[in-house]
C-alpha cells in the first residue's frame, strides 16, 4: 500500500481534533447530520435544477434533477451513499452538479428509502423504480431515452450495481453505463478481504461503522446471501453494462470494488479502472478539501461522455 495523501491525512487530523463521536455510536438521525456537515459544499452552477417526486413501490420517491442547456442530453440516474442508512439528495447536491457538468449529462439524484425505517430491499426497489421513470419520461424531461446510465458511490454503488443487475434479470430498461464509486458489493456473511482488516480504522470510514450500517439495512440473515443487496453474489455478470470501477487506496472497501471489476472483465464486460491510492472513502465529495475529488470528477466526466457517444 502506498502512502496517505497529504491533503487526506491533514483532512483526517481536522476530523479528529473535532471530537465527533463515530458514526456508529450516533442514532441515524445524528448520523445523518454529522454527514451533511462534512460534506457540507456550496457546488458549481448548473443551468436547470428543479426539485419534484416520482411514484414509487410505497409511496413517492423525491428525486432532483440537474440538467445542461439544450436538450436530448444523456442522463445519469444517481443514487447516493450513506451505508443505506445516512445521505440525501442535499448532501449530494455538489457531487451531482460537478457529475453534471464534467460530463455535459442531465444527472437525476434519487432519494431512496433509508434504513432502519425502511431495510432492504427498499432502497433497491426505489432504485430500479427511479431507472425505469427515466427510461419511460427521459423525453419528457429533455433527455435521451437510449443514454440512460446508473451510478453512485458507496452504498449508491452498491444500487447501481443491483440495479443493473436486476434489469438485466427483469429484461427492464438498457442501462448505457454504469458508474461505480467505490461500490460495497461484498456480503459479510460470504466475503472477507485485506483491505478491510488493512484500513478498518482510521480513514474516515471504519470497520464498526460498516457493521452499524449493514445491522440496520439488513436485519434479516437470510438477505445476507442476497446478490441484490451484495452484487459480488450474482452468479452471472454477462449482458450487464460497460462500467467504470472507481477505488481508493485508502479504503476499507477498496479489495471488494476491485474484484468486481475483475468479475465483470471476465463476464467480458468492458470497464474502466480508477484507483487513487492515497485515498480515502468518501474523498470525491470532499471537492472543497481534495485536489483528488476534482480530479476524480473529471475522470468520471470523460468516462461517462465516451460512453455517451
Request: glycine content about 8%; some cysteine; proline content about 8%.
Amino acid at each position: 500500500m502506498g502512502e496517505l495523501d497529504p491533503q487526506a491525512e491533514a483532512l483526517l487530523e481536522t476530523v479528529e481534533t473535532m471530537s465527533r463521536p463515530p458514526t456508529y455510536a450516533l442514532s441515524p438521525e445524528s448520523a445523518r447530520e454529522q454527514l451533511a456537515e462534512l460534506f457540507a459544499s456550496e457546488g458549481d452552477p448548473v443551468d436547470r435544477v428543479e426539485d419534484f417526486s416520482i411514484s414509487g413501490p410505497d409511496g413517492s420517491i423525491p428525486v432532483r434533477l440537474y440538467a445542461p442547456a439544450g436538450e436530448d442530453h444523456p442522463l445519469l440516474v444517481f443514487y447516493h451513499g450513506g451505508g443505506w442508512v445516512i445521505g440525501d439528495v442535499e448532501t449530494y447536491d455538489a457531487v451531482c452538479r460537478a457529475l453534471s457538468n464534467a460530463a455535459d449529462c442531465a444527472v437525476l439524484s434519487v432519494d431512496y428509502r433509508l434504513a432502519p425505517e425502511h431495510p432492504f430491499p427498499a432502497a433497491v426497489e426505489d432504485a430500479y423504480t427511479a431507472l425505469e421513470w427515466a427510461a419511460e419520461y427521459a423525453e419528457r424531461i429533455n433527455c435521451d431515452p437510449r443514454r440512460v446510465a446508473v451510478g453512485g458511490d458507496s452504498a449508491g454503488g452498491n444500487l447501481a450495481a443491483a440495479t443493473s443487475l436486476m434489469s438485466r434479470d427483469r429484461d427492464g430498461p438498457e442501462i448505457a453505463y454504469q458508474l461505480l464509486i467505490y461500490p460495497a458489493v461484498a456480503s459479510p456473511a460470504v466475503h472477507e478481504f485485506p483491505s478491510h482488516e488493512e484500513n478498518a480504522e482510521g480513514y474516515l470510514l471504519e470497520a464498526a461503522s460498516i457493521e452499524w450500517f449493514v445491522e440496520r439495512y439488513l436485519p434479516d440473515p437470510v438477505d445476507h446471501r442476497n446478490a441484490y443487496a451484495a452484487p459480488l453474489l450474482a452468479r452471472d455478470y454477462s449482458d450487464l453494462p460497460p462500467a467504470t470501477v472507481l477505488t481508493a487506496g485508502f479504503d476499507p472497501l477498496r479489495d471488494e470494488g476491485r474484484e468486481y471489476a475483475d468479475r465483470l472483465e471476465s463476464a467480458g464486460v468492458p470497464v474502466e479502472r480508477h484507483e487513487y491510492e492515497g485515498m480515502i472513502h468518501g474523498f470525491v465529495n470532499l471537492l472543497d478539501h481534495l485536489d483528488a475529488a476534482g480530479e476524480a470528477i473529471d475522470a468520471l466526466g470523460a468516462d461517462l461522455d465516451e460512453a455517451f457517444r
